[in-house]
């Protein structure tokens, strides 16, 4: 425009007060919409917008409120506990986007941490590249250009989310590690383009769907602890004997049992174990970790070994007092130890006592019938034939109780070392 329209009529635009209003406009985060308009003499043969929106006169700028949801900053502040960096790209005003990215918790002080589109233009990738993981908020940036800074991210080995709902945006999708496309706003190239979509357009589902995620994650690391040590347990018990000059401890028809009840229905109930504590206060994992990465391995291997020694242990105690149903209490001691694991290992550092029975009804519901099945097999005579088990005594009963209680007393004893290796040590006061 070189015109506008004042209380005397048209004038000549004097750019400099207007550009201020409008920068004050945009620093109260509001987004500054100008309106123009142009009077013809009869209708233009061409209404093109290219032919038409142009020579306009400027008759005044107007803020529109555009605020941001008011779970977004909690969600930014979830995602910067859990290791994660959000970014702000957008086409807005710099200034608006400054404001709005302090509000919800994006931008934390000034710095160069706000770049616009026309920077970014003038910086090469590598001088890019140099910069990118200081920049917070993008402004006035082009769909085109959100490629650049997702490619640019990933070549400083970062592994990128990205949100977008324009056609133009499909290549930054397509090339994000995930492309999130918006279900309500998004187009149907975007959505094609992208790894998931975004049924309600919600920042803070993002946010949800990671703590989903890491829930998920951390319960299938903890069947695969559960089930791969209780065969461990199975094998050293079994392999072990032999060696110590021991009878076999253990028929197939027990290894059977526990496979099937005991390794198989508390297994199952570890998909219901809520979210730990401090899931959303720890950095990401890495994405080619193995998943015995973090101790798991480990922990296979160490409480299998316990479990292994602690039945061959009750085989050789019972054998030399000439116990007859040593069989029947090895059986049960391995069964038990593996009910007293599934306990402990609810969370990675978390005590059982403080987590509570009741925070997993199905589990607790698993080992109550896993448990009421195991003294079946013992107590009922017509299972005895079967399982080759005979009733045992209130005290060797007793007996077997304390003895399978050694795992669950180890593992919770290695929580609290690693409980006290993680606790941070106070700040020092300067």
């Known amino acids: 425009s070189e015109k506008v329209y004042t209380s005397r009529g048209q004038e000549e635009i004097d750019r400099p007060p207007i550009l201020e209003i409008a920068d004050r406009i945009a620093g109260d985060g509001l987004r500054a919409l100008g309106f123009g308009l142009r009077v013809w003499d009869g209708l233009p043969d061409s209404l093109l917008p290219a032919e038409v929106e142009t020579g306009l006169i400027l008759i005044g700028i107007v803020g529109m409120m555009d605020p941001p949801r008011t779970e977004a900053a909690e969600a930014v502040a979830l995602c910067r506990a859990a290791g994660i960096r959000p970014v702000m790209i957008t086409g807005d005003h710099p200034l608006t986007a400054r404001v709005i990215a302090k509000r919800i918790g994006i931008l934390e002080g000034d710095g160069k941490a706000v770049l616009t589109g026309r920077e970014l233009d003038q910086l090469s990738l590598e001088e890019f590249e140099n910069r990118v993981e200081e920049i917070q908020v993008y402004a006035r940036v082009a769909p085109e250009q959100k490629l650049k800074i997702v490619t640019a991210l990933q070549d400083k080995g970062q592994f990128v989310a990205m949100t977008g709902d324009g056609v133009n945006d499909a290549p930054a999708l397509k090339r994000a590690d995930i492309g999130i496309a918006m279900g309500i706003t998004g187009t149907d190239v975007s959505k094609e383009a992208s790894h998931m979509i975004l049924l ?24 695969i602890k559960y089930t791969m040590t209780s065969n461990s347990g199975e094998i050293w018990t079994i392999f072990l004997a032999p060696f110590l000059g021991l009878p076999i401890p253990l028929l197939p028809i027990h290894i059977l049992w526990i496979n099937l009840v005991t390794d198989g229905v508390p297994g199952l109930a570890l998909a219901a174990e ?51 149903h040593w069989q029947t209490m090895v059986f049960t001691v391995l069964c038990l130890s593996q009910m007293g694991h599934v306990l402990a290992i609810r969370s990675e550092t978390e005590s059982f006592f403080q987590q509570g029975a009741l925070s997993n009804k199905p589990l607790l519901g698993a080992i109550l019938l896993t448990l009421a099945l195991q003294m079946a097999t013992i107590y009922l005579p017509f299972l005895n034939p079967i399982f080759k088990t005979e009733p045992l005594s209130a005290w060797e009963l007793i007996v077997t109780l304390l003895l399978s209680s050694v795992v669950f007393l180890a593992v919770e004893l290695e929580k609290t070392i690693k409980r006290r290796k993680r606790t941070p040590e106070r700040p020092k006061v300067e």
């Open 274 to 324: 809520p979210g730990e504590k401090n899931i959303m206060r720890r950095p990401p994992r890495h994405p080619p970790e193995s998943i015995f990465a973090r101790g798991l391995g480990v922990h296979i291997v160490w409480v299998g070994l316990l479990m292994g020694a602690v039945s061959i242990l009750t085989q050789s105690w019972f054998i030399h007092t000439s116990q007859a």
């Open 200 to 223: 309600d357009d919600n920042f803070a589902t993002i946010v949800k769907t990671v703590r989903e995620g890491r829930r998920i994650f951390d319960n299938i690391r903890k069947f």
